[in-house]
Every structure is written in structure tokens, then in C-alpha cells.
């Protein structure tokens, strides 16, 4: 589905990526792990098109496209979904018209019918459930106001609402207590299908305790340095991320 | 020489025969004015008030006085229809009442609403004190025209203790003619003792025109009245240079929301006096010049009574080479204890080539006064483009969706829905595309 080779890319002229190497197919959970200032959030933001974002080597094919040449909307009508870090507040944009818009717009953009507003909110009722998310938060501004966890789950609300083929969480976690963190979990997890693959990018190993990746990455000095299963992650969350970098081919630390 | 008088408006203007009424000093108040406006001209950018509307532009256009057709001129009522919206309406097209597209049936008891022209007949003295008003400063230069030329406009008087429950519709609409034409409408206003009025006033063109509107309103509310005033202007392509006086007595609230889609070159002096104690003033506001049109806001409130408020919020947004102007000017009077004034101006600018100017003043001569103002001039929040584009919406629907709530966001505390979305339908059909 997604395939990620060689890739470099600048933020205001500093070289952040240095040559990320990641194939993710359907239905698998990928999680990134690494110190701050690795490149991991640089990493989403590339993904999702965000200006100022300068790639200067490398590929990225999405389902055999190349994703790096579509605009952000495009990239989002593929199915790419970038769930924020910092979730944008938008005053005077009530979320209901704010999740219908850009739900249309995809459509639109693939060639399929607009939803209208019994369609729509039947949809949304049906996934609000997912996240356990209160009904006035529809009626509200676009994150206004929201709690940090209500922000993360909101995210998480949208990606259920648009239903993307890819989703990158980046650091979804961070800032919730135990309680939002198992309800973006089961969010996540509900939304785990054969067909849906996640790349969840995180800096603490507790998020993974609660929706299991098949793979766990290390990401440091832009460049993916350790990959492994699930147990890569409980190693690194008992002896950080010191050493890492350093050519380690067989991962053992031990 | 370059003297005011040789411009070609102040000649075409001159040229038209003063009217005559054969009341003394109406007719004595039109030759004053118009002596002073042939005296003293335009104002150009060193007065004060002028200084980021230059009319030397204008000053070289030249337009016809009057519309003796104005009573056929073609005016398709969906021009100025409010749907949800019932009420007596009264319609001057070119400066001239039009009963045909008027609504003066049945008004309601406690209501008086007729053209200036018909009231001058039944009792011109009760109008006398408005109308014989001598405007002394150049930078009143169009209020001086207007006083001296216009025929028409609306006096509306509610009762003492009258609640009137439609709005009432006032409608100036600037109706294609084969020539530019100026016209002048002077309206008349006043809200008994705690009376109640909703009050809903457009200033509409019929098409691109260059026409020279002026409107002057003076608008009175007596202890304890409650005004609602509404004001949509899209003049498309004329000039419309207004000027509305609110006099507020004590306990009066008079709330507004203006905004302004259109027009070539735009002015509103709005002037808001707190004279009785208690008295308050809330306004909303937006104006969206596109294009090369020039929108000039000048608020100025003026608080004279004690405890009285005033809370006034205008949002510009200028695109292409457009220009917006505003000036918000509160002062608070020696004597005018336990005020309290707020003031904001928030603007966006969508293109490289547009402007807007912006000016808060505050001036206090008061003890125990809460005053804030301030005022923004910026871009649409890139991070918020992003993210809205990262959902699926294109870059141009994003920016209009942005711009949209940050416009509607004037109508936020409205309370006739129908009008609220009539107002937000039009806001947005305006956006930029």
C-alpha cells in the first residue's frame, strides 16, 4: 500500500530525513518510535503535504501512486488520513459542516455522489458511538475549546467519519490520561480492518500496550535505525534511546 | 487654478436648480448648506476624517441631479425581498418614493411611516429642528449636499410605549439610468419612551453603475426605547456616502449590524451619542470591498451620560486591490462616570494588492471608565488551511470557508433567524472565489 524508499527531505534547510526506507501493506499496524527530534512528526507532515516541507531525494508510491507529486486534498481523497499532533482549532466553523465539507469534498474528488444532511448525520451519529465522543461537541467550533483529550479524540472521530485506507496517528497519545488514552485505543482498534493499515508514530511505549503494532520502528537522526516486532518496544522502553543510531544489526541490546 | 469649485462633480452638482419648498427656513437651512458646499468643496486627504479616502477620483466625475423617471425605472422586487421577512416597507429607488414597491398598508397603531415629501406637507414643523441643521465643517461636505438637495427619505416615528413586532423595511435602491445620476435621501427617526423597533435598512444597485448616493439619517431614541437596526449595503458598482446619528437618551439600547458587500466608493459615518444615563450601544459590523472598490467606516461614539456602554465589533476583509478603512473613535466626556467601552476592528486581507487601514482612538475625560479597543490586520491562518485540506477540501474551499465564519461571526448574537440567514446567505455569496 504504501511504500516509503530512500526518502530526505528539509525543514527550512535542515536535512531532518536522511533516507527512510518503510513498506506498509494493508491491515498492518506500524508504529514509529524514536527520541525527540528524530524526524518522526517530520515524517507525517511529509506524508500529508504540508508546505515547508522540502523533499530532495527519495520515493513515495501510495497504492502504486506517487503520493509526494498529489496536493494535500488529494493525498486525503487517496486515503491517506493524518491524524494531529497539535489539532487545529477553527473558530466559527462548527464541526458538523466542518466534517460534511470535507467529506464531500473527497467524494467529489473520486467521483462519487454528495452525502446529504439525513445521509450524513445518520453516519455520524453511527461513529460518534466509536468514540464515545458527546453529541454537543458536533454542534461546537472545530476543536474550540476542547480538552486536550477531546481534541485527540476527535481526530480519531474524523478518521471514523472519512474512513481512510492509511492513517498516520502522530503522537495521538501524548497529553491524554489513561482514560482518553483506552478510548483513542478503542477507537483504533474498531477501526482496524484487513484492508486499513495505521502508522502510528509515538514517543512513549504505553499507547502500544493498548493497540498492538505488528511492527515497531526506530526512528533517529532521520533515519529508520531498528525494526522488529512488539517486543522491540518493551525493550526500548526499559533501556531508552541512548545508543541508538549506532549500526546494530542483529538489534540485541541485551 | 485647481479652486474646489472648478471639479467637474461640484459643478454638476451646483449646476441643478436649488429646490423649493416655499417653507422658509427649509428653503433658508438647502441655500446655506449648499453655499458652504460651493464655498468649501471636497474635503481632500489633509482633514482628518478624509485621509485614507481621497476623492479626487470622484471629484472628476460628473453627475445628473434628480431622476425624472426614477417613478418606472426597471427594480425587480427579489432585489430587496427578506424571505421569513413580513412588515410595511417603504422603497425609494433614485431618491424618489416608489408606492408601487412600497408596503404601507395596515400600520400598525403607535406607527408613523411615510416619505419625507408627504410629511413636510402634513406637518413640517415637527421636523423643523433636524432639518434645519447647518453642516459647519468641510469634512461634512456631503451631508451639506444633502441637506440642500434631497426632495426624499423616510420618517418614522414610533409611539411612547409602542412595541411594534415586524420590522419595519426601509429599501434605497440606485436603479440603471441612461445617464450617472446623484440622488439624496434624508430620513428621520425617532423611537418614543420605551418603544421597541426592529428596523431593516438596504442600500442596493441594480446593476454597475457609477451613480452618487447620499444618505443622511438622524435617529432618536427616547428613555427607555430599544432599537434593532440592521443595514445591508450592496451598492455593486455606485458611490454611496451615508451618514447615520444615533442619539441614545437614558435606558435607550440601540443595537446594529452592518455590512457592507458593495460599492465603488463607499463611506458610513456612523455617529453613536450616549446622552442618558444608562444608555447602551452594541454594534456588529463587516465590510468586504473586492475588486478596486474602497469601503471607509468611521464609528464614533461618544459617551455623555452616566453608566453607559457600548460594545462595538467590525470585521473587514479586502481582496484583489481593494481597500477597506476603519476608524473607531470612542470618547468618553468629562462627567460620563462609570463608562464602559469596548472596541475591536479585526481584518483579513486575502490578496497581496489589498489594504485596509485601521484606527482605534480612545479618548477619556471620565473617572471610573472601563475602556479597551484594539485592532488586527491579518491573513488567513495557514495552519488551519493545512488542516482543512489534509480532511479533503480544496485550497480555494478551505480559504472560503475560513473567511466565511470569520465574517458570519459579526451575526453571531442576531435574533431574527430568517434575517440572520438571509444575511449570512448574502455574505457568502459574496466571498471571493
Known amino acids: 500500500m504504501l511504500k516509503i524508499e530512500n526518502l530526505h527531505a528539509r525543514v527550512a534547510g535542515k536535512e531532518i530525513l536522511k533516507g527512510i526506507n518503510l513498506t506498509v501493506n494493508a491491515g498492518e499496524v506500524h508504529a514509529i518510535m524514536g527520541p525527540n527530534g528524530a524526524g518522526k512528526s517530520t515524517l507525517g507532515n511529509v506524508l500529508a503535504g504540508r508546505d515547508g516541507y522540502e523533499v530532495t531525494a527519495g520515493t513515495v508510491t501510495f497504492n502504486g501512486v506517487d503520493l509526494l507529486a498529489l496536493l494535500p486534498e488529494a493525498r486525503a481523497a487517496a486515503g491517506v488520513f493524518l491524524a494531529f499532533q497539535y489539532p487545529v482549532e477553527i473558530p466559527g466553523v462548527n464541526n458538523t459542516y466542518f466534517l460534511r465539507t470535507a467529506l464531500n469534498a473527497q467524494r467529489k474528488q473520486r467521483g462519487e455522489n454528495d452525502l446529504d444532511s439525513m445521509q450524513f448525520l445518520k453516519l455520524v451519529r453511527e461513529r460518534l458511538k466509536v468514540m464515545n465522543l458527546p453529541a454537543d461537541l458536533l454542534h461546537r467550533a472545530v476543536n474550540e475549546g476542547f480538552s486536550g483529550g477531546e481534541k485527540k479524540r476527535n481526530e480519531i472521530f474524523q478518521m471514523a467519519l472519512l474512513e481512510p485506507q492509511l492513517a498516520i496517528l502522530d503522537e495521538t497519545d501524548s497529553g491524554l490520561d489513561i482514560d482518553a488514552l483506552k478510548q483513542v485505543a478503542t477507537g483504533v482498534n474498531m477501526l482496524r480492518t484487513p484492508e486499513r493499515a495505521f502508522v502510528m508514530i509515538t514517543h512513549y511505549q504505553r499507547l502500544l500496550d493498548y493497540v498492538v503494532p505488528d511492527f515497531v520502528h526506530v526512528l533517529a537522526d532521520g533515519r529508520i535505525v531498528e525494526s522488529g516486532d512488539k517486543s522491540l518496544a518493551i525493550r526500548l522502553e526499559q533501556h531508552g534511546y541512548a545508543g541508538l543510531g549506532e549500526p546494530e544489526p542483529t538489534g540485541a541490546s541485551a | ?433
Open chain 2, 1 to 433: 487654478m485647481n479652486s474646489p469649485a472648478s471639479s467637474p462633480l461640484l459643478t454638476s452638482l451646483l449646476a441643478a436648480p436649488l429646490p423649493q419648498r416655499g417653507i422658509s427656513w427649509l428653503d433658508a437651512a438647502r441655500r446655506e448648506n449648499r453655499a458652504a458646499f460651493a464655498a468649501d468643496g471636497l474635503p481632500d486627504t489633509r482633514v482628518e476624517a478624509w485621509k485614507y479616502t481621497p476623492l479626487r477620483a470622484l471629484s472628476q466625475r460628473d453627475f445628473a441631479s434628480g431622476d425624472s423617471a426614477a417613478g418606472t425605472r426597471e427594480v425587480d422586487p427579489a432585489l430587496f425581498a427578506l424571505p421569513g421577512v413580513a412588515g410595511p416597507r417603504l422603497v425609494f429607488v433614485n431618491g424618489m418614493f416608489r408606492a408601487d414597491l412600497s408596503a404601507l398598508e395596515a400600520l400598525p397603531d403607535g406607527l408613523v411611516l411615510q416619505p419625507l415629501s408627504r410629511a413636510l406637507d402634513d406637518d413640517a414643523e415637527a421636523l423643523r429642528f433636524v432639518l434645519s441643521r447647518h453642516y459647519r465643517d468641510i469634512g461634512d461636505a456631503f451631508a451639506r449636499i444633502n441637506a440642500a438637495s434631497a426632495l426624499d427619505g423616510v420618517v418614522l416615528r414610533v409611539g411612547a410605549g409602542v412595541k411594534l413586532a415586524a420590522p419595519v423595511q426601509l429599501v434605497f435602491v440606485g436603479a440603471v439610468a441612461p445617464v450617472a445620476l446623484a440622488w439624496h435621501a434624508r430620513n428621520v427617526i425617532e423611537l418614543g419612551e420605551d418603544s421597541e423597533l426592529a428596523l431593516v435598512e438596504q442600500h442596493l444597485g441594480t446593476g454597475e453603475q457609477a451613480h452618487l448616493g447620499t444618505l443622511v439619517s438622524d435617529i432618536e431614541l427616547r428613555a427607555g426605547a430599544r432599537l434593532s437596526h440592521t443595514l445591508l449595503q450592496n451598492a455593486k458598482g455606485a458611490n454611496l456616502i451615508r451618514r447615520n446619528s444615533l442619539r441614545l437618551h437614558a435606558r435607550a439600547h440601540g443595537t446594529m449590524h452592518v455590512l457592507e458587500l458593495g460599492g465603488a466608493l463607499v463611506r458610513h459615518d456612523l455617529q453613536v451619542e450616549l446622552t442618558g444615563d444608562g444608555a447602551r450601544f452594541d454594534g456588529r459590523g463587516v465590510f468586504m470591498p473586492h475588486g478596486r472598490q474602497h469601503i471607509d467606516t468611521q464609528l464614533a461614539i461618544r459617551h455623555q451620560g452616566l453608566n453607559t456602554t457600548s460594545d462595538a465589533h467590525w470585521r473587514g476583509v479586502a481582496s484583489d486591490r481593494a481597500r477597506g478603512v476603519f476608524r473607531g473613535a470612542v470618547l468618553v466626556a468629562p462627567g460620563a462616570d462609570g463608562s464602559d467601552a469596548n472596541l475591536t476592528n479585526k481584518n483579513l486581507l486575502l490578496s497581496p494588492g489589498a489594504e485596509i487601514d485601521t484606527k482605534p482612538e480612545l479618548e477619556i475625560y471620565a473617572d471610573e471608565v472601563q475602556a479597551a479597543h484594539g485592532a488586527t490586520v491579518g491573513q488567513l491562518d495557514e495552519q488551519a488551511l493545512f488542516y482543512m485540506r489534509s480532511r479533503g477540501m480544496g485550497r480555494d474551499e478551505a480559504r472560503a470557508v475560513l473567511t466565511g465564519a470569520f465574517c458570519r461571526a459579526v451575526l453571531g448574537d442576531m435574533v431574527n433567524q430568517p434575517l440572520r440567514e438571509h444575511l449570512a446567505e448574502s455574505m457568502m455569496a459574496h466571498l471571493p472565489a
